[in-house]
């Protein structure tokens, strides 16, 4: 590339799927965003991470790469809620609320942010943080953004004016970069993130008017930095994405997941006394976390614990992955090999069909390749698609591989997102899925709300995001991909800064 850009703007919209994107588009509805796409990338199609929640998928997204054998390489962050058995005394995490501000300072060295790849020179992150190496980041503490919350959310009649301001703040570091920096060089780079539309999701649902009103809005935002860019004359100079973390879907109803808990006896893991059964966090897709040998939380428990199983409040012992399918509407169950290492290893699949009747299949991994094979039944149906199936070969396959033949139907890429979470030590024991029929909404031993509007299960809809990469004319050639996944976004950011990303990067650059 002979011309590089000079400045790049990445904006990630919270809770965005790939199909309302591409219809509010083709519909003439994001007049902004078409203005970039015709004349830049665009796509429908990009692959998120596995399971589409928050975490992993913004940290993936702003380090191309993922969870992973973090000792190693990838982010660390295995989901938005984890149990830390190195912790003393271990304990449960979680990114909610302020705790948002965690991940710059627990996504693992082994991964480098946007900022850290791009090298020196002035940088600005809003609301986003996942953003190690960033020279300046607002809110820049707990104190700050709780203030910020409060009037911007909690008090404001409209929270909307919350994308108002996050895109005010961002034109505000192009127009006066000394205020913010200490200096008058422009940024290389800004991220930042629109939050609101995820809480409206959940709360009133991707068919909401004022969800669909806030995704519209987006597009207004979008036409301000255009406009502020071309004032300043540096719109030719610069590359603006526009991306969303993940998808989306409505659960057929809530469940409370407390009485089943209760009948079984066992007893969630409390952090006043470290003690417990278990721990779990469970929307659509849940992560379970059991203790290994003699109740301790440091250790995994090894497959035969998790087969004989004495709950606290139980004469019984019980086998805790058959016990998954008493749970309503948990079609798949996941979980490790005995043998596995961070290189070689299996992951195991149950899955209950229509009739209950249950059938196995399984991942195994060797070294970033995998193969997914089955017993009697095709777990994800790959075999009715004439793409897809071209997979079940018995051969290991690259995650360009998985990409390229699973991207257009349900579970894209899974076989390979499920070795990359589950080679994570920070992992689960036994990860379930209703696939989007039941939604517990359940954490840490409490039932939280009846939501069913939400995102984590392997849909499409769940794992489809739009991409436009737009701005300066001179560095991009028209193009509209098929597909793509959210991990090649920063590789293509840093490329066209003229860099090379990171060895630890997962994704390709789009251009070039
Ligand atoms: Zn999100």
Request: hydrophobic letters at 35%; proline letters at 5%; charged letters at 25%.
């Amino acid at each position: 590339m002979d011309k590089v850009a000079k400045h790049v703007i990445l904006l990630v919209a919270d809770d965005v799927s790939g199909r309302l994107f591409s219809r509010l588009y083709n519909e003439g509805k994001l007049p902004n965003l078409k203005l970039l796409g015709d004349k830049g990338i665009i796509c429908d199609k990009c692959v998120t991470s596995y399971p589409s929640i928050t975490l992993p998928t913004q940290p993936n997204l702003m380090t191309g790469a993922y969870s992973g054998y973090y000792p190693k390489s990838g982010s660390g962050i295995p989901v938005y809620h984890w149990f830390d058995r190195e912790a003393n005394p271990p304990q449960y995490r979680h990114y909610s609320a302020l705790h948002a501000l965690r991940q710059t300072h627990e996504i693992e060295d082994k991964v480098k942010t946007l900022f850290e790849q791009i090298g020196e020179g002035n940088s600005y992150s809003i609301v986003q943080y996942c953003s190690r190496g960033v020279t300046k980041v607002f809110p820049p503490n707990k104190f700050i953004a709780a203030i910020f919350f409060l009037f911007a959310i909690v008090l404001s009649k409209k929270p909307e004016n919350s994308h108002k301001i996050v895109t005010k703040r961002l034109i505000d570091v192009f127009k006066n970069p000394k205020r913010f920096f200490g200096n008058s060089k422009l940024p290389k780079a800004v991220t930042a993130l629109y939050f609101l539309t995820d809480s409206l999701m959940h709360e009133y649902g991707f068919d909401s008017e004022r969800y669909l009103q806030s995704v519209l809005d987006l597009d207004v935002e979008v036409g301000k930095v255009i406009d502020a860019l071309q004032k300043l004359g540096i719109y030719d100079d610069t590359i603006i994405v526009f991306t969303s973390d993940h998808g989306n879907y409505k659960a057929e109803k809530a469940k409370d997941l407390e009485p089943f808990i209760k009948s079984k006896g066992l007893v969630p893991f409390s952090k006043k006394t470290g003690k417990g059964d278990f721990d779990c966090s469970f929307g659509s897709v849940g992560f379970f976390n059991f203790p290994g040998t003699n109740k301790n939380w440091k250790l995994h428990p090894t497959l035969d614990e998790l087969k004989h199983f004495k709950p606290t409040n139980s004469q019984e012992e019980i086998n805790l992955i058959e016990m998954m399918f008493e749970i309503e509407g948990v079609k798949y169950v996941y979980y490790r090999g005995n043998k596995n290492t961070p290189e070689n290893g299996t992951i195991h699949i149950r899955m209950k069909d229509e009739n209950g009747n249950i059938h196995n299949a399984q991942i195994d991994y060797n070294g970033d390749t995998t193969r997914y094979s089955f017993e009697d039944m095709d777990v994800y149906r790959y075999s009715e698609d004439s793409n897809a199936s071209k997979l079940l070969d018995g051969n290991f396959h690259t995650i360009e591989e998985w990409l390229k033949y699973t991207y257009s139907v349900d579970f894209p890429m899974i076989p390979d997102q499920l070795m990359r979470y589950f080679i994570n030590p920070r992992s689960c024991d036994i990860m379930v899925s209703t696939v989007g029929t039941v939604c517990y909404n359940y954490e840490h031993g409490e039932t939280k709300n009846d939501h069913v509007y939400s995102h984590d299960i392997g849909l499409r809809e769940s794992m489809h995001v739009p991409l436009v990469i737009g701005g300066s004319e001179t560095l991009l050639t028209p193009r509209k991909l098929e597909y793509c996944k959210t991990t090649d976004i920063v590789p293509t950011l840093v490329k066209l800064l003229g860099k090379e990303p990171h060895p630890s990067v997962k994704g390709k650059s789009l251009v070039n």
